[in-house]
């Protein structure tokens, strides 16, 4: 079973910046994706960004050029997130995508991100 911990919300006025990190326990495949999504109030959940074991890596049209997420190892990951804006604030949640050698998702507990006017 795998296990996620985010750590390093919090509160910030427009224009901050927030680094979340992301550490996983527990079996990981080298085929797994980590990422983050976000959830706001009466908002879709988003897919934030992505980086596979390899680092590729995949953004959100609204963070690009703002975000940055990378990833130290295999059950690490981290998302920097720069020129905060309102619209940003929600809910974000680490993820693991797995495709092998069955289809599942893990996630994390959230972690709250709250960006002031």
């Known amino acids: 079973q795998v296990q996620l911990v985010e750590s390093g919300g919090g509160f910030v006025q427009a224009g901050g910046s927030l680094k979340l990190s992301c550490v996983a326990s527990?079996?990981?495949?080298?085929?797994?994706?980590m990422g983050w999504y976000r959830q706001a109030p009466e908002k879709q959940r988003e897919l934030v960004a992505s980086?596979?074991?390899?680092?590729?890596t995949t953004y959100a049209d609204s963070v690009k050029g703002r975000f940055t997420i990378s990833r130290d190892n295999a059950k690490n990951t981290n998302l920097q997130m720069n020129s905060l804006r309102p619209e940003d604030t929600a809910v974000y949640y680490c993820?693991?995508?797995?495709?092998?050698?069955?289809?599942?998702?893990?996630w994390g507990q959230g972690t709250q991100v709250t960006v002031s006017s």
């Open positions: 993820v693991i995508l797995r495709m092998w050698p069955a289809r599942r998702e893990y």
């Open positions: 527990g079996n990981m495949f080298s085929t797994d994706t």
């Open positions: 980086i596979t074991r390899s680092g590729t």
